[in-house]
Structures are given as structure tokens and as C-alpha cells.
């Protein structure tokens, strides 16, 4: 019984780091991303004037807005294995569909971790031929992609666990605690 009131938690915590690990995605990748415009506009190739504080430049808004998608889809699918796995600790029917749907949305996921390792943030400033971005983005950006790849691990060990607590409620005949 002690074992158990010491795992109830942790699959809600490990399935509720799946958000939280997608906007910290979205938040380095912010940092990176205005390190590289500060370097852009500072090299020898810019050729427009002095931006305003919290302004970017047309490659920084496009590797930004780009990033934000992947961030943001992170994020509804991440919380979308939070609700399913809030409804999987309950007992009753309808386990298998979820059980189904969260195999399912795998995918997304695996999607999104692509979309991130393709690293738009190195990617996009050889199509917009801007040399100065590219040598600004700091060398700890190339390993944000495992940020979303942890996001989904983590909750994919949160699902199972999950899954277990409501086995184990439903053959005892009782709701788990919350």
C-alpha cells in the first residue's frame, strides 16, 4: 500500500513534464534565436538599421515562428497525453480506446522530434544566405531537439504507469487517490 501512495504522483508528474518540456523547447530556442539576431546585426553584412528592444529581424521572426509551431504542437499533443492519462488511472470502460489513441498519437510526436532535429534555427539561415545569423546561434542550440525527444519519453514511461494504476484500481473495484 505505501509503494503505491508513492507512485500515484509520479505518473501525473511525469506525464504533466510533457508540457512543461515543450514551452522550456520554445523558451531556449527564444534565447538562441536572439543571440543569433544580436550577431546578425552586428556583422559586416547588415544592411538595415538599429532594431528596437525586442524586435528581430526577418530571419529571426521566421526561425522563431517555425520553432513556436514545433513548440506548440509539442505541447497540445503533450497535453493531450496528460488528459488521456488522467483518464486512464480511472477504472471503467474505455481503457483500450485510450490506450489505442495514446499508441496513436506516438506518431505526432516522432513527427515533431523530426521537425526539431531538422533544426530550422541552423537550416533557415543558409536559405536566407545570412552567414553573420548562422555563426550568432550558440553551439548548445544544436541539442534542443532533445528536449522535445525527452518530452515524449518521459511521458510515454508517465502513460505506462498510468495505465498500471488504473489496471490495478480496476481489479481492486476502487478509484485510485489523486
Not at 539561415?125 to 545569423?133: C, I, K, V
Amino acid at each position: 500500500m505505501a509503494e503505491s501512495s508513492r507512485r500515484r504522483p509520479t505518473d501525473l508528474v511525469l506525464l504533466a513534464l510533457g508540457p512543461v518540456l515543450a514551452g522550456a523547447y520554445a523558451a531556449v530556442n527564444h534565447a538562441a534565436i536572439r543571440e543569433a539576431v544580436r550577431a546578425q546585426i552586428a556583422g559586416p553584412e547588415w544592411e538595415g538599421g538599429p532594431l528596437g528592444p525586442g524586435e528581430m529581424t526577418a530571419l529571426g521572426t521566421d526561425v522563431w515562428r517555425l520553432t513556436w509551431w514545433i513548440a506548440l504542437f509539442t505541447g497540445v499533443v503533450a497535453v493531450a497525453y496528460l488528459v488521456i492519462g488522467a483518464l486512464l488511472r480511472r477504472r471503467g470502460r474505455g481503457r483500450t480506446l485510450l490506450m489505442v489513441l495514446s499508441g496513436v498519437l506516438m506518431v505526432p510526436y516522432a513527427l515533431a522530434f523530426l521537425v526539431a532535429l531538422m533544426n530550422p534555427v541552423h537550416s533557415l539561415p543558409g536559405l536566407y544566405d545570412s552567414p553573420d545569423f548562422a555563426a550568432g546561434v550558440p553551439g548548445w542550440q544544436a541539442a534542443t531537439p532533445l528536449i522535445v525527444l525527452a518530452a515524449g519519453l518521459t511521458q510515454a514511461v508517465g502513460m505506462a504507469m498510468a495505465a498500471s494504476t488504473g489496471r490495478r484500481a480496476a481489479r481492486a473495484g476502487v478509484e485510485p487517490a489523486r
